[in-house]
């Protein structure tokens, strides 16, 4: 004669049935291998002896791609907007501009790139861009290094990178 189930019984198939719901069973869908983004963000502390940038500052801003690591043959470049362009590697997004741009890197794909903000007077130099994906995250590639050097100085930038005055 088969068991009634009891309370307990079926709170136990209910918590097991709960939290295998959230579970992902199926395998995951495999994951675009592409660069990830640089993030350069500009700052905008202008307050008394503040090193940010005003907004015409930022706006003159204007992105240089070369190949190689010698800055000497350029392939192309982007100029910043307050209004959304296409292509564009800049976003004017709450008073603040943003920079995002593919980061290639490697011995194989050798790249530069030339950040100039002629209104401030500022040249920022970006190159030996290193990046290294660790495991899988929830079906999402991890990053476990990126970095690169900014004016001479390696920079860590898995969480992008303030530009100022100062450097």
Same mark, same amino acid.
């Given at each position: 004669m088969p068991q009634p189930i009891t309370l307990f019984s079926a709170a136990l198939l209910g918590l097991a049935a709960s939290s295998l719901a959230g579970c992902n069973l199926r395998p995951c869908a495999s994951a675009n291998a592409g660069p990830p983004l640089l993030g350069l963000v500009f700052s905008t502390d202008t307050l008394g002896t503040g090193p940010g940038f005003r907004k015409a500052e930022a706006?003159?801003?204007?992105?240089?791609?070369?190949? $190689?690591a010698d800055f000497s043959l350029p392939l192309d470049t982007l100029r910043a907007s307050d209004r959304y362009r296409s292509p564009t590697a800049f976003y004017y997004v709450d008073r603040t501009l943003f920079c995002n741009f593919?980061?290639?890197a490697g011995p194989s794909?050798?790249?530069?790139y030339r950040l100039e903000v002629p209104a401030a007077k500022k040249r920022y130099d970006l190159s030996d861009i290193v990046f290294e994906y660790? $495991?899988?995250d929830n079906c999402t590639r991890t990053v476990a290094r990126l970095d690169m050097l900014v004016n001479g100085q390696r920079v860590d930038a898995r969480r992008g990178y303030t530009l100022?005055?100062?450097n």
């Open positions: 706006l003159s801003a204007y992105l240089v791609r070369y190949r $190689g593919p980061a290639t794909d050798p790249r530069s660790g $495991g899988v100022t005055k100062l």
